[in-house]
């Protein structure tokens, strides 16, 4: 572990090592949405999505103050669509998929993530987790493979890469290059996605039943939230919330909730948005009958997604003030999706 460490230390830009060690403000122009009314004092959010054709639900819950990590990124940044596929990992721009290119590469990924300071961690098809740091075409190797990759986010006071094998989460310092247990669940549950921001970890558990969110702090120790319920569950063992999304200050955070056919066979698939403070959230359908939702993203504003269905996959971005309009990309081989919180700066995105 000491070499691997000394690897990371060495890799490592200047820029992201000083940022990585503190506490930086969260982006005040996230532009997040409002579900209600916040209780006491809490700002409103800039969007008010009132009028949205959305069902619209109260639900009480309680919260830690959750501290904001997040760096600063440029007055006015839209965060940019990373596309993961079998053989690319590319950019979503103006409808088209623009490949990124990394000499390390020569395939794509399952899964591609920004890493708060411009550069890209991915896990690739054939197994093992490469992080390309700000400026870098050299992928520096994080693990040994048998952990799936799940998330960047903050922990402790460090940038973190997190993964589950498959009960278990466990966190990569991003700095030192240390492999630390971040949470554990039961035997009769296992991980199925994980979501960071502000500090404020949400998990998407398969169980006995019909699955479960979990909400932790960066700390990995649980954070006292009303979870959603299932009111109708009729083939058991099939999870009901089956991804996870926060926007990165963790004020907000959104979830796919399936239900079944008594056959087992996928009837809907609904995107929920939930105001982290009121438990506060709208819900819109983003699938129908046997179509099924493969990843989810969630920039505050607007909700991105990979959708599998009789028709070549689809990459799917809708503004949650109009959920009626999604913009529809085809993309046969793509993966996941997820937004990057901060401009990338590899992979040759400003060529």
Avoid at 249 to 257: E, H, P
Avoid at 323 to 329: C, E, N
Wanted: glycine share 10%; net charge negative; proline share 7%.
């Amino acid at each position: 572990m000491g070499a691997m460490n000394a690897r990371f230390r060495t890799a490592l830009p200047a820029t992201l090592l000083a940022c990585a060690l503190v506490f930086l403000s969260a982006c005040a122009e996230l532009g997040e949405p409002d579900l209600g009314a916040a209780p006491g004092d809490v700002a409103q959010p800039a969007i008010d999505i009132a009028d949205a054709p959305a069902k619209a639900e109260g639900d009480a819950s309680t919260v830690s103050t959750i501290p904001a990590f997040m760096p600063e990124r440029p007055s006015g940044y839209v965060p940019e669509l990373l596309v993961s596929s079998a053989d690319s990992v590319g950019l979503l721009t103006a409808g088209t998929i623009k490949p990124l290119t990394f000499a390390a590469v020569d395939t794509g990924a399952t899964l591609a993530l920004d890493d708060f300071f411009g550069g890209v961690v991915i896990d690739a098809p054939g197994g093992g987790t490469l992080w390309f740091a700000e400026e870098s075409d050299a992928g520096i190797t994080i693990g040994d493979g048998g952990d799936r990759l799940l998330d960047v986010g903050f922990s402790g006071s460090s940038v973190a890469l997190f993964a589950t094998s498959p009960r278990e989460i466990v966190s990569y310092d991003l700095v030192s290059g240390n492999r630390e247990a971040f949470a554990t669940f039961a035997d009769t549950e296992s991980v199925l996605d994980l979501t960071s921001g502000g500090g404020l970890f949400v998990v998407a558990l398969a169980d006995e039943a019909c699955g479960q969110l979990a909400f932790r702090n960066s700390s990995g120790e649980p954070v006292s939230l009303r979870a959603p319920q299932v009111s109708d569950c009729p083939v058991l063992k099939l999870p009901s919330f089956t991804h996870v999304a926060t926007t990165p200050s963790g004020d907000f955070y959104a979830y796919t909730q399936v239900s079944y056919r008594s056959d087992g066979v996928i009837e809907l698939t609904e995107a929920v948005v939930t105001e982290t403070a009121t438990g506060s959230t709208i819900r819109f359908p983003i699938a129908g009958v046997s179509e099924e939702v493969t990843s989810l993203t969630f920039d505050g504003t607007r909700i991105g997604f990979t959708r599998e269905t009789e028709r070549p996959t689809e990459v799917v971005v809708i503004d949650i003030a109009k959920p009626d309009q999604p913009k529809v990309v085809v993309a046969p081989d793509a993966a996941a999706v997820r937004f990057a919180r901060i401009p990338l700066r590899v992979g040759g995105v400003n060529e």
